[in-house]
């Protein structure tokens, strides 16, 4: 299981820094959100994929795979009612999969708040060109050897896909085995009926769970809030959790070098006092 950094938090500093800087504070790799190295990064060319990939190798850690896919280019939308603007976001979709396997990674965690919002009065319709975007990002997926992950997000960043439940009816609907969901604490924290831990008991056994996000529903990284962190790693290594953890606070205090810091410290310990 590797503990990944979620580069926007130190996204100030040159690539090769965050590098380096995620490898001195003991994390294994970094979890890439595309917009911090390229406004257009699906169409990234062949020498700078190998340059960010080489600087996590020399640095020693990995690229375990990407987040936040669809904040840059701008416009994308997943249920827009304009066809070509979904057209292009497909686009982007399937060559954020395969940009993810050229820099080594592992799985996509589809997020992106703002770009799956539903337009008032064509909810359902909505719904129906998601869907049809994840079952192309899917077969991207499984070309390129990755998972893509449909992330839940609390009610208070975004209308649509709420609960891990409802990730897992478009799952389940699409039925394409690179297509998983995946467990963001904070949001489960904020929108979840029942606690993470229970979650974590009812869903896991699925087979479906294919990445955790450790944050706080304050915004804050692990152990910064009022979240209790050691029964959620209980709970994982009772249902033999085999994937990797991307560390992703939103409010870094008092700056992201040592947010990120504090995080994976009190992420080493309880990994540390609930060894598998």
Not at 49 to 63: F, N, P, Q, S, Y
Not at 75 to 89: E, F, K, Y
Not at 131 to 154: K, N, Q, R
Not at 241 to 251: Q, S
Request: with cysteine.
């Amino acid at each position: 299981m590797l503990v990944g950094l979620c580069n926007e938090v130190i996204a100030e500093l040159p690539f090769e820094r965050q590098c380096e800087v995620a490898a001195q504070l003991g994390y294994d790799g970094l979890e890439l959100s595309p917009f911090t190295v390229d406004a257009e990064p699906h169409l990234l060319p062949s020498a700078k994929r190998t340059a960010l990939r080489r600087a996590a190798e020399d640095a020693g850690i990995v690229i375990t795979g990407l987040h936040y896919l669809m904040r840059a280019p701008a416009g994308l939308s997943i249920t827009a009612r304009d066809a070509a603007q979904r057209a292009r976001t497909i686009g982007v979709m399937r060559d954020l999969c395969g940009l993810a396997a050229e820099l080594g990674g592992k799985v996509l965690v589809h997020g992106s708040p703002d770009q799956r919002k539903l337009e008032p009065g064509f909810e359902d319709e909505g719904r129906k060109h998601a869907i049809e975007c994840f079952a192309a990002a899917a077969d991207a997926a499984a070309s390129a050897g990755v998972v893509y992950c449909v992330e839940p997000l609390s009610r208070r960043q975004t209308d649509h896909i709420n609960t891990i439940a409802e990730a897992v009816a478009i799952v389940t609907t699409i039925g394409n085995p690179a297509l998983r969901t995946m467990l963001d604490c904070s949001s489960a924290g904020a929108t979840e009926t029942e606690s993470i831990p229970d979650a974590i008991r009812r869903w896991l056994p699925t087979g479906l769970i294919a990445h955790v996000h450790l944050n706080d529903p304050n915004r804050r990284g692990p152990g910064e809030g009022d979240l209790a962190f050691a029964p959620i790693f209980a709970a994982l290594r009772d249902q033999n959790y085999a994937g990797d953890f991307g560390i992703e606070p939103f409010v870094y205090v008092p700056d992201g070098p040592t947010c990120a810091a504090r995080a994976i410290g009190y992420v080493r310990g309880l990994m540390e006092a609930s060894p598998r």
